[in-house]
Every structure is written in structure tokens, then in C-alpha cells.
């Protein structure tokens, strides 16, 4: 059974850090590709940032230079580090897989708030 865990979100001032983390179970990890995603009140779910099996990033362009996705094969872990958070950055934010996505299938995410 494929599981995506995140967790490591919070409440934090504007310009502060958080790292989130997922923790993935029931699928090849090294072989995978990885997507953060968030979705704030009222929008539509986000790509934020995605990680290749080569470790080969790419992100949205409002988020570059502040966030980093990387991955630890032996953990099975994906982490989105985030810095000079923003109240924009204010949403659920989910880890996911090609597979997943293209299923709709999504965890119970993990919840960013940045006060304005």
C-alpha cells in the first residue's frame, strides 16, 4: 500500500523557516520522482517543487531562491525546506508522486500558516 506522510508544518512568522517532511512507504523510492504541492483556502492544489530520481529540481517561480526539495534514498524521506516564509506561503502543503497524482490520491498533508 503505497503511504505518503507529511508532517513538520506550523505557524511561523513571516520570514521564518520550517521544514517539512514525508516519509514514503509501499513504492521504489530511488526510481521515483517527488512533487511538493500546497493549496491554500479557496485555490486550486499547487505544484511547488519536485525532486528527479536524478535529483534533478525544479520549482515554482515564486518560491525559488526561498525553497529547497531534496530527498534521502536510504530514509525514504522527501523534505521541502523553506525559508523566507511569506503569508502567501499559507496553505496545506502535500507530498506526492507521478503515480499519485495522476490518481488524485493525496495524504492528509501537512498545514503551513504565515500571519500577515
Known amino acids: 500500500q503505497v503511504q505518503l506522510v507529511e508532517s513538520g508544518g506550523g505557524l511561523v512568522q513571516p520570514g521564518g523557516s520550517l521544514r517539512l517532511s514525508c516519509v514514503v512507504s509501499?513504492?521504489?523510492?530511488?526510481?521515483?520522482?517527488f512533487f511538493w504541492y500546497r493549496q491554500a483556502p479557496g485555490q486550486q492544489r499547487e505544484m511547488v517543487a519536485s525532486?528527479?530520481?536524478?535529483?534533478?529540481?525544479n520549482y515554482q517561480a515564486s518560491v525559488k531562491g526561498r525553497f529547497t526539495i531534496s530527498r534521502d534514498v536510504a530514509k525514504r524521506m522527501v523534505y521541502l525546506q523553506m525559508n523566507s516564509l511569506k503569508p502567501e506561503d499559507t496553505a496545506d502543503y502535500y507530498c506526492s508522486t507521478p503515480a499519485e497524482i495522476l490518481r488524485d490520491s493525496w495524504g492528509q498533508g501537512t498545514r503551513v500558516t504565515v500571519p500577515s
Open positions: 525532486i528527479s530520481s536524478a535529483d534533478n529540481t
Open positions: 509501499g513504492m521504489m523510492f530511488d526510481a521515483n520522482s
